[in-house]
């Protein structure tokens, strides 16, 4: 059981929001809402088993990197489906992070990625390092073959 439940604040647009991760992600299951139509006030969903709760606080804060949700996938496919619909309205940024259309970061990452970096071969580490600095969406078949040193 999930103790922990991220909070996210969001400027009247949680109605949106809910639509949008609805939208992006596969497993996605409303929970509960406060509010109907465009007077959404909050709601609890679950993305992929992940609980969040949106809420409708105004314009005082804004979301930062500072904070950021990664999605692991397993396959090329995995990261291009999430990239392409997580970045469309958003943007990307460096090393497969980006914003979605309402500002909140996330990271689209390979499994295989802490695997690569963290592999003892400092050498071997540290090419696939540098080659993901290089990346903005992150590439599975580039990242293994910096790592193989070809």
Not at 25 to 44: L, P, Q, Y
Not at 71 to 88: A, F, G, H, N, P
Not at 108 to 121: A, F, K, N, R, T
Request: glycine share 10%.
């Amino acid at each position: 059981m999930q103790t922990i439940t991220p909070f996210l604040w969001f400027d009247g647009k949680v109605g949106a929001a809910m639509k949008f991760y609805g939208s992006v992600f596969k497993e996605t299951r409303i929970v509960s809402v406060n509010g109907s139509g465009k007077n959404v006030m909050s709601a609890t969903i679950r993305l992929n088993g992940q609980e969040l709760i949106l809420f409708n606080g105004g314009p005082l804060f804004k979301f930062t990197e500072a904070v950021s949700f990664v999605v692991s996938c397993k396959t090329q496919k995995e990261i291009d489906y999430y990239w392409k619909r997580l970045t469309k309205g958003g943007e990307a940024s460096r090393c497969g992070w980006l914003k979605d259309r309402f500002g909140l970061s996330w990271q689209i990452v390979p499994d295989i990625l802490s695997e690569l970096l963290g592999d003892d071969d400092s050498v071997k580490a540290g090419r696939a390092m540098q080659a993901m600095l290089k990346m903005t969406k992150l590439d599975i078949k580039v990242l293994r073959q910096a790592h193989a040193g070809r």
